[in-house]
């Protein structure tokens, strides 16, 4: 497997080769990819060449995560192509890539009306939220059978037959013992009108569902795959920045020879030959940063204690009549908290801009690649083309990119192409950290192992919708519905409030987005309900999922796997499920405590529902990694800050490999559509284990990150 020559492969040259792979196509052209020499273009997305080799054009961006395979593995299974013959490249812009659930999930409900305009035409190409299957596998699946019918159809007309009764497979179209290669094929193809409809293939198909390698592998591996700060280009110069959390930022020291220092509304850039050289003088410099007042981590906490302690709370989720089912007792209550979380990708942001001749070019790590292309349009005349780099790294934080607006600022004061990378310090500085938050749990419990009511009132924000107002220039702060469905059990009488609290602090999205700390918070609570009702965590759960089948079969196949021994005292075994992101994860946990009281987990075993399977393996390690990353998460140092901004501390390195705890992942096979990935473990990592620590101490962690238990 390899990626085609025109993805993203950019030398230490002009990147030419670049530019040729996103040359701006038309508005008023239909196809998403300009075929290169020697290829013929069938549909608007799937180029084949003279060597038979199948080029698919991929809307979403690579973070990590597979999805430029999975979305080709997709296409090339409705096309019928061999997979060792198959391409990837980055696609053009198109009404095609919207993803309809960035608005079906309520990212963008916050923005006035005045700016729906932006989310027209393909401008909601985002990759986040665990969508990319779930959004664009159909339009995948499409552009594959549109271009199998082409071939069929010349196909036949060569045979003399009906182009129904042709099928592809291999990269080969056969009828009744007669075959031709694609290569043969795709000129003729090419020179004909698409069907008005092309039939797909009924599931399972011969490529989907198979745990094919990834496309991006062998590049990686080898160094060849290019991120945004490989990008290099003739005469360029470097940035180094430093940020402010909303105020002005400011250098009163003279530049050193050879670096020119550039002011912003709230950041400094320092310019110089060499990126090392700009940030030495940054470092040098001195650079103030002015912030609001206030925004320590003493605000923080005032902030969300205001939220949850005030009668202005929006009910988001209800179901019976929790008043009733409260009246004469009193429910069994407890507080839970989950401060701010810092991203911890490896990849430092970075962006790079050019203008000459009237063209605007952009290279940058973006999740979210047309609604900056946009941003950056409005800010001049000429024609604008951004160029989608892979991110190096799942965190999230690319959705929020502004570095290429200053890369494009810088770049119009200096005439010449200028690359901004923040340092890993600054990066962390003015990190946008998943919101902090603090929730009040209340539930009555019955003798018989039902839950008469249940009530959560929860304080923070939204961190994505905080993120697409930044992007879109909307106001949000309020927590999405979809992310609060979150409780999956048959209780009659729920309500699920949330009161939106003012923070003094940047917010974004994350992977998982608020999902971890809500599944925390529920999971341990229904914990803390069975033990004080001297029931199995297991018993109560089972007794609970009556509605919910596929997540009842999750569990009881995890606790199988894992060796199941009832949670009591000592057992040093937790569970946590969740439905959410249409799939549905069981974990048993089992953790101690290691050395200094730390949170020491040794095994983990999840069992998965995410409907139809496109490729296990990228399953597999989306949970697998999620875990990981979860638990590193809850047991890292929670962030300080001052002015607004993060004052530390750094975090820490990721454990090593034989630090790691057992992971098996188990993949329940489900005939329902495919449901969110990403963003699976990291729901259920942290309930599992804090409820495997409550039943081997005795303690209850309310609070995330764990903090060492002595």
């Not at 890369?407 to 119009?412: D, P, Q």
């Not at 946590?576 to 050395?595: C, E, F, M, R």
Request: with cysteine.
């Amino acid at each position: 497997m390899r990626i085609d020559r025109r993805t993203l492969l950019v030398g230490t040259g002009a990147g030419v080769g670049l530019a040729l792979a996103y040359a701006w196509w038309p508005r008023g052209e239909a196809a998403v990819l300009r075929p290169g020499d020697g290829e013929h273009l069938l549909g608007p997305g799937i180029a084949i060449g003279r060597d038979g080799r199948v080029t698919v054009a991929v809307p979403q961006v690579e973070t990590g995560q597979g999805i430029w395979t999975g979305l080709a593995q997709e296409a090339a299974d409705e096309l019928g192509a061999a997979w060792e013959r198959v391409s990837v490249v980055p696609a053009l812009p198109s009404p095609l890539w919207d993803n309809p659930l960035a608005k079906g999930e309520g990212w963008t409900d916050a923005l006035g009306p005045w700016r729906r305009w932006r989310l027209d035409e393909g401008a909601l190409r985002i990759t986040a939220g665990s969508t990319s299957i779930r959004a664009m596998a159909p339009v995948m699946r499409q552009l594959g059978a549109a271009a199998r019918a082409l071939l069929a159809a010349e196909a036949a007309s060569r045979w003399g037959v009906a182009a129904a009764e042709c099928d592809t497979a291999d990269g080969i179209v056969t009828h009744e013992g007669k075959a031709l290669g694609f290569a043969e094929l795709a000129e003729g193809a090419a020179s004909r009108r698409l069907p008005d409809s092309a039939p797909l293939r009924p599931r399972p198909g011969k490529l989907a569902g198979q745990p094919l390698p990834r496309l991006d592998a062998l590049p990686k591996t080898r160094g060849s795959l290019r991120f945004a700060n490989d990008v290099r280009l003739p005469g360029m110069v470097y940035a180094s920045l430093r940020r402010s959390s909303g105020g002005a930022a400011r250098v009163d020291t003279p530049p050193p020879l050879g670096v020119e220092f550039v002011s912003g509304p709230d950041w400094v850039a320092a310019l110089a030959a060499d990126w090392w050289s700009a940030e030495a003088a940054l470092a040098g410099a001195g650079v103030r940063t002015f912030g609001p007042g206030g925004g320590d981590d003493a605000a923080v906490e005032g902030a969300l204690d205001a939220a949850l302690g005030s009668e202005d709370a929006e009910t988001l989720f209800a179901r019976g009549d929790v008043e009733q089912a409260f009246d004469g007792v009193r429910p069994l209550a407890a507080s839970y908290s989950a401060a701010a979380m810092l991203h911890h990708d490896l990849e430092p942001p970075s962006a790079t801009a050019r203008l000459a001749n009237g063209l605007l070019e952009v290279w940058a790590a973006t999740q979210a690649p047309e609604l900056v292309r946009r941003s950056i349009a409005a800010t001049g005349p000429e024609r604008t083309v951004l160029y989608p780099m892979p991110v190096g790294g799942q965190g999230g934080r690319a959705l929020d990119d502004e570095l290429a607006g200053i890369a494009v600022t810088l770049a119009r004061r200096t005439g010449k192409p200028v690359q901004v990378t923040l340092s890993r310090t600054e990066q962390v500085r003015s990190d946008p950290v998943r919101s902090p938050l603090k929730a009040r749990m209340l539930a009555r419990p019955m003798p018989d192992g039902s839950i008469a009511g249940w009530r959560m009132r929860l304080a923070g924000v939204d961190g994505t919708g905080a993120a697409m107002a930044r992007l879109l220039g909307g106001e949000s702060g309020a927590v999405r519905p979809a992310l609060l469905a979150t409780l999956p059990y048959a209780v009659p009488n729920v309500a699920i409030e949330v009161a939106s609290a003012s923070l003094p602090i940047r917010t974004g999205y994350h992977r998982g987005e608020l999902l971890g700390p809500l599944t925390f918070f529920t999971e341990s609570f229904l914990d803390e309900l069975a033990r004080i009702g001297g029931r199995d965590p297991l018993g109560l759960r089972i007794g609970l999922l009556g509605g919910n089948p596929r997540l009842a079969r999750c569990l009881v196949r995890a606790t199988a796997l894992g060796g199941w021994d009832g949670g009591g005292p000592g057992s040093q075994m937790g569970l946590a499920v969740a439905s959410v992101l249409g799939s549905h994860i069981a974990l048993v946990a089992s953790a101690s405590l290691g050395p200094g009281g730390a949170v020491a987990p040794d095994r983990l075993v999840a069992v998965v529902d995410c409907g139809r399977i496109v490729n296990p393996a990228l399953v597999r390690q989306q949970v697998e990694g999620g875990l990981i990353a979860a638990l590193a998460q809850a047991s890292a140092a929670a962030p300080s800050f001052r002015h607004g901004r993060v004052l530390g501390p750094l975090p820490p390195q990721a454990p090593a490999m034989a630090a790691q705890p057992e992971i098996l992942v188990e993949i329940l096979a489900s005939g329902a559509e495919p449901g969110g990935v990403n963003g699976l473990g990291s729901a259920v990592a942290p309930a599992a284990v804090g409820n495997a620590l409550a039943a081997a101490t005795g303690r209850r962690l309310r609070s995330l990150p764990f903090a060492p238990m002595a």
